[in-house]
């Protein structure tokens, strides 16, 4: 599976960006997808994922409340709606796709995509 994350651009904190990411092919009903980022000069980190039926969802403590990730599979898509952005939000944004319990063990996604850059300005 190819995948792409798109989205990404410059926006002031507190506003609001959505990311999508793209299969290249529809997504298994046994995929959970997974949205990670790294910031400039760290690693990259657990952001969200969601189980495969779209059921189940799990966030990084740092943007719960903030960040909601969705998918359609029919559509072979995946979502990241991130609303109060923050100056530390800012990243590169990936989405992966794993089995369907690496929505609960982001450790477990071994597929990844091109992501896309997140600004967000103070």
């Known amino acids: 599976v190819q995948l792409q994350a798109s989205g990404g651009g410059l926006v002031q904190a507190g506003g609001s960006l959505r990311l999508s990411c793209t299969a290249s092919?529809?997504?298994?009903?046994?995929?959970?997808i997974g949205w990670f980022r790294r910031a400039p000069g760290k690693d990259r980190e657990f952001v969200a994922a969601?189980?495969?039926?779209?059921?189940?969802?799990n966030y990084a403590d740092s943007v719960k409340g903030r960040f909601t990730v969705s998918r359609e599979n029919a559509k072979s898509m995946a979502y990241l709606q991130m609303n109060s952005l923050k100056p530390e939000d800012t990243g590169v944004y990936y989405c992966?796709?794993?089995?369907?319990?690496?929505?609960?063990?982001?450790?477990?996604?071994?597929?990844w995509g091109q992501g896309t850059l997140v600004t967000v300005s103070s």
């Open positions: 092919r529809r997504t298994s009903s046994n995929n959970a």
């Open positions: 992966a796709v794993g089995p369907s319990t690496a929505y609960m063990r982001p450790v477990m996604f071994n597929s």
């Open positions: 969601i189980s495969s039926n779209g059921h189940r969802k």
